[in-house]
């Protein structure tokens, strides 16, 4: 399909990893994104990956990227109740200059 | 480095009346992008412009939207007539440089619309 696809709610408790996926459909796409959207504010730049890794961290944040069954995750290890947000995972394809996202997910940190 | 600055903040009109939302990319930016977010439908991309010039505007949903960008600094979307159906979140982004795919986009804050 056309589209990308997360897991739309996620809850977690305070000091927990917290997981959050994502299906892209464009095997040709070179990058991928993650972005983060609190409440009243813009999305965020998180991180990003070249389709040729595997793997990237970044302090509390690792990226995993299956490029065989195009699934993306992000892990954010040890979540704070200022990690509740919106995550919302995003593929720039190849050809063009389009930025699909995905519906977002949004997690929830529990005390 | 201000950041995507979009104007206004908030936005309520009435139904009918012409309705202009305003951007300012980062400098140095040559990729011009507005989105649309509402629950229903997400985040939809409405138009985008490389170097001034739009390139892609197959997201605008009607001929009642139009964008500009008349320089390098500045893009407006205008809504004319405004309806309560364009209630949304509008969002204006940017992007370095088209030719290197990393690039990312940057957001501004957005223009909450509220068209009653």
């Known amino acids: 399909g056309e589209d990308v696809e997360q897991s739309l709610f996620l809850s977690v408790r305070e000091g927990d990893s917290s997981v959050i996926n994502c299906t892209y459909t464009?095997?040709?796409?070179?990058?991928l994104y993650w972005y983060k959207q609190e409440p009243g504010a813009g999305l965020q730049l998180l991180t990003y990956i070249f389709s040729n890794m595997d793997m990237k961290q970044d302090q509390r944040l690792t990226v995993l990227l299956n490029k065989k069954d195009k699934h993306l995750s992000l892990r954010i290890a040890d979540t704070q109740t200022g990690d509740s947000a919106i995550y919302f995972c995003a593929e720039r394809r190849y050809y063009g200059q389009n930025f699909v996202f995905g519906p977002g997910t949004r997690l929830s940190v529990l005390p | 480095d201000a950041g995507v600055i979009q104007s206004p903040r908030h936005e309520v009109t009435e139904m009918g009346q012409e309705v202009t939302l305003r951007c300012k990319p980062i400098s140095g930016h040559n990729s011009l992008f507005w989105y649309r977010q509402t629950m229903m439908r997400g985040l939809e991309l409405l138009i985008y412009?490389?170097?001034?010039?739009?390139?892609?505007d197959s997201g605008m949903p009607e001929d009642r939207f139009s964008a500009k960008m008349p320089n390098a600094s500045f893009s407006t979307l205008k809504i004319q007539p405004s309806e309560p159906r364009d209630s949304a979140v509008y969002f204006c982004a940017s992007s370095p440089d088209r030719r290197s795919l990393g690039s990312p986009l940057h957001f501004g804050n957005g223009t909450r619309l509220t068209v009653t």
């Open positions: 464009d095997s040709s796409s070179t990058y």
């Open positions: 412009f490389n170097n001034n010039v739009p390139i892609d």
